[in-house]
């Protein structure tokens, strides 16, 4: 029990940055290993290669978003059990959650090979990338139940406070991911599938990795009993999980709008786009962590009725994220041109045109990154309340916004127009969640 983390006591600061770091360590070889594939993909394999896995983008977030949403919205249950000291509710919750995971994996693998060529059809696909990005998303679509697992498993052990296993999981799916794009892809020549392939096999590690430490943790060991369905933990764990499964998906059909309108604007243009979608993640790595942490933290004290504990948390929340998102807005605006070099080869005249949309795009996100991380602390809080329907709304704003700017804005703007429809989409969604949370604290705690 010791790698747990008990969020009731202690300075809500402290807590936080000390749950949040391994996990935004944990983050960054995420990350490092997604733009190693990049980087591979485009000097290894070449520029319309790099525009197949930007084609894929929104489809392949799609993918992870609805194992992340339906595992993070359980994790809620589990957190406020661990809080409340409710052992044996906790071990009825993971059992059933796994029920529920295992239908979710069936139904996910039957619609998800369906959808891909058509949807790839209706963002307007160039026909030269086509089929390097139906290719990448069937292996990554067969390989959901990996994904599935070990995103509950990453996300039962951060309910309980522990961040430092999916550290170490996310080190060795890194490392492994690396070393396998360098054997498939510069020295097996299997492009774009060795990728896709690599990713699975990487996430296979990680989640080896969780389990084997889930050993030591008495309170996560379950029976038969355990995964017995009751039709009313059943329905309450549907009521956290699929607002945020539902929350993911229709961001991602928003990013797919965009994604079509960028499609339409060439195969550079949509190179340009995905070297800078490729860096998002570094952009947020730090805004998701603390997302985790709050949540956790959120989840344990409203489980054990510590309301005022929560409004300390979420103002040192806030502090932190901001103070994060400046450093960072700071660091790519100065290194951005360096970093984004890396993803790109090939003829010189296309290399230049590629690098500038790309930095274009990224100083304009890096001016505006700070809406972001306030998104996240006032989602996650909500979340961390057992709310999971007003970050769905919240989805939703970020649905509309990203639409209307992605479909109005190039009519007056050009390719300029496109480049603000994320901008507008994360101010929508900051706004009605920053509302809505200290609406909710207050009629918590009566101010």
Not at 221 to 240: A, N, W
Not at 316 to 321: A, K, L, Q, R
Not at 352 to 378: G, K, P, T
Request: net charge positive; proline share 2%.
């Amino acid at each position: 029990m010791e790698k747990t983390r008990n969020f009731t006591e202690g300075n809500p600061a402290k807590l936080l940055i000390f749950f949040a770091l391994p996990l935004m360590i944990g983050n960054l070889f995420q990350q490092m290993y997604t733009l190693v594939d990049t980087i591979i993909v485009g000097q290894g394999v070449g520029v319309e290669a790099l525009a197949s896995l930007g084609a894929s983008e929104w489809l392949s977030w799609l993918f992870f978003g609805l194992a992340t949403g339906l595992t993070q919205g359980f994790s809620i249950l589990f957190s406020q059990y661990y809080g409340a000291g409710k052992y044996e509710d906790l071990k009825k919750t993971i059992g059933n959650a796994l029920v529920l995971s295992a239908g979710a994996v069936c139904l996910m693998i039957f619609l998800g090979q369906l959808m891909i060529a058509p949807a790839l059809r209706l963002l307007k696909t160039p026909d030269n990338i086509f089929a390097g990005a139906e290719l990448y998303l069937r292996i990554l679509w067969a390989g959901i139940p990996i994904t599935l697992l070990y995103n509950f498993a990453s996300a039962l052990l951060r309910a309980l406070g522990d961040s430092k296993t999916p550290l170490v999981a996310m080190v060795v799916a890194a490392l492994v991911n690396i070393g396998l794009d360098l054997l498939f892809v510069m020295g097996l020549h299997l492009g774009i599938a060795g990728a896709a392939g690599a990713t699975l096999f990487a996430q296979g590690c990680a989640l080896f990795a969780c389990l084997w430490a889930m050993r030591s943790l008495g309170c996560v060991h379950i029976d038969r009993t355990h995964i017995v369905p009751e039709g009313s933990m059943l329905k309450r764990l549907l009521f956290l999980g699929v607002p945020v499964m539902f929350q993911n998906t229709i961001i991602s059909v928003g990013g797919m709008v965009v994604q079509s309108v960028v499609n339409g604007f060439g195969f550079l243009f949509v190179a340009g786009f995905t070297a800078t979608n490729k860096l998002y993640g570094l952009l947020e790595v730090a805004a998701t962590s603390f997302g985790y942490a709050i949540t956790t933290y959120v989840a344990q004290n409203y489980g054990a009725g510590n309301y005022e504990r929560i409004r300390k948390g979420i103002r040192s929340g806030i502090i932190i994220s901001s103070v994060t998102a400046l450093a960072i807005s700071l660091l790519m605006l100065v290194f951005g041109r360096a970093i984004l070099s890396l993803f790109v080869s090939g003829n010189p005249e296309e290399t230049e045109q590629v690098l500038l949309i790309a930095r274009h795009y990224l100083n304009i996100m890096s001016y505006f990154l700070i809406v972001l991380y306030a998104l996240y602390v006032y989602r996650s809080g909500l979340q961390g309340l057992g709310n999971t329907v007003i970050p769905m709304l919240s989805g939703l704003a970020e649905f509309m916004m990203r639409v209307t700017a992605a479909i109005v804005f190039p009519r007056f703007l050009g390719q300029e127009g496109i480049f603000y429809a994320e901008i507008l989409a994360w101010t929508g969604a900051a706004v009605l969640l920053g509302v809505s949370y200290y609406v909710v604290i207050g009629q918590k705690t009566g101010k």
